[in-house]
T-cell receptor, first 114, second 113 residues
Framework: DTAVSQTPKYLVTQMGNDKSIKCEQNLGHDTMYWYKQDSKKFLKIMFSYNNKELIINETVPNRFSPKSPDKAHLNLHINSLELGDSAVYFC?????????????FGPGTRLTVL | QKEVEQDPGPLSVPEGAIVSLNCTYSNSAFQYFMWYRQYSRKGPELLMYTYSSGNKEDGRFTAQVDKSSKYISLFIRDSQPSDSATYLCAMSASNFGNEKLTFGTGTRLTIIP
């Protein structure tokens, strides 16, 4: 049983395209997150949602737009992709709300922008 | 200066050795300290969690926090090849209110059989 799942696992696309990454968790958690991990393995939070409400929005270009249709899903849409967007994007979830000690990460989506 | 500093390695040690992994931080508000293990091409998984200063032991793993020095450590005893992974420290000022985690850059560890 997959706890936090992401699709697609790999995404290769051209500069300027628009793409989406989907995330689903079946843990019943209230809070979901998007993280970006660069080529040097540095993991940085981008967004967090609690019960479909945006809670954390780090200084991320507004080309990135998260959408939470329900508590179990948090999708990430990226417009006008740039070379610097190439990274691994991880979705995570936690419970109780915003608890830092119980974050479960998905397997990641490896995005390559050509 | 980054809020959390971690030597990226790589670090290679023979099987059975004791491994010491460390992070330093600058934000004195941090109170919650975690170690995550990340295998290649996988998501990070929580390994150890410590609140404030002190030690915590779980099997072969020991986490230490020294808040006065702003220094945290993870020790792995009797290291095994399966311990080969990237280890990321993470910390937070609070466990509530949707506080964010700040991560170190990770140390890549290889245990040589």
């Amino acid at each position: 049983d997959t706890a936090v799942s992401q699709t697609p696992k790999y995404l290769v696309t051209q500069m300027g395209n628009d793409k989406s990454i989907k995330c689903e968790q079946n843990l019943g958690h209230d809070t979901m997150y998007w993280y970006k991990q660069d080529s040097k393995k540095f993991l940085k939070i981008m967004f967090s949602y609690n019960n479909k409400e945006l809670i954390i929005n780090e200084t991320v270009p507004n080309r990135f737009s998260p959408k939470s249709p329900d508590k179990a899903h948090l999708n990430l849409h990226i417009n006008s992709l740039e070379l610097g967007d190439s990274a691994v994007y991880f979705c995570a979830s936690s419970h109780p709300s915003g608890s830092v000690d119980t974050q479960y990460f998905g397997p990641g989506t490896r995005l390559t922008v050509l | 200066q980054k809020e959390v500093e971690q030597d990226p390695g790589p670090l290679s040690v023979p099987e059975g050795a004791i491994v010491s992994l460390n992070c330093t931080y600058s934000n004195s508000a941090f109170q919650y300290f975690m170690w995550y293990r990340q295998y290649s091409r996988k998501g990070p998984e929580l390994l150890m969690y410590t609140y404030s200063s002190g030690n915590k032991e779980d099997g072969r793993f020991t986490a230490q926090v020294d808040k006065s020095s702003k220094y945290i450590s993870l020790f792995i005893r009797d290291s095994q090849p399966s311990d080969s992974a990237t280890y990321l420290c993470a910390m937070s000022a609070s466990n509530f209110g949707n506080e964010k985690l700040t991560f170190g850059t990770g140390t890549r560890l290889t245990i040589i059989p």
